[in-house]
């Protein structure tokens, strides 16, 4: 069983970096393609970024694209999401999550794609 741990969110303002981090547990974190979804109050959940098992394919939601980068480190079990040049529309509850066992497309932009999810860490943009 995989379990996700978010880490590296917090409060920054409007044009500024934040680092996102994924910690998974479990020997098989290099075999499943993995993704960033956000939610923010009264809204739905939202993808923002997918990678694959491999890192050969990277995929991005519209409102990010150019400003995040989604990338992972197999040998350390862990999965990222640079954030530059954030607007404080990208204040949410930020969730790393792995894909099913079976799916094979590189990337998934449904939360139905994906059966296991970390608790979120809250990123807050002031303006």
């Known amino acids: 069983q995989v379990h996700l741990v978010e880490s590296g969110g917090g409060l920054v303002q409007a044009g500024g970096s934040l680092r996102l981090s994924c910690a998974a547990s479990?020997?098989?974190?290099?075999?499943?393609?993995m993704g960033w979804f956000r939610q923010a109050p009264g809204k739905e959940r939202e993808f923002v970024a997918g990678?694959?098992?491999?890192?050969?394919?990277?995929y991005y939601g519209d409102s990010v694209k150019g400003r995040f980068t989604v990338s992972r480190d197999n040998a350390k079990n862990t999965l990222y999401l640079q954030m530059n040049s954030l607007k404080p529309e990208d204040t949410a509850l930020y969730y790393c999550?792995?894909?099913?066992?079976?799916?094979?497309?590189?990337?998934?932009?449904?939360?139905?794609?994906?059966?296991?999810w970390g608790q979120g860490t809250q990123v807050t943009v002031s303006s």
């Open positions: 990678i694959s098992w491999n890192r050969g394919v990277t």
């Open positions: 479990g020997r098989t974190f290099s075999t499943y393609a």
């Open positions: 999550a792995k894909v099913k066992a079976g799916y094979l497309t590189p990337v998934y932009t449904t939360p139905e794609s994906y059966d296991v």
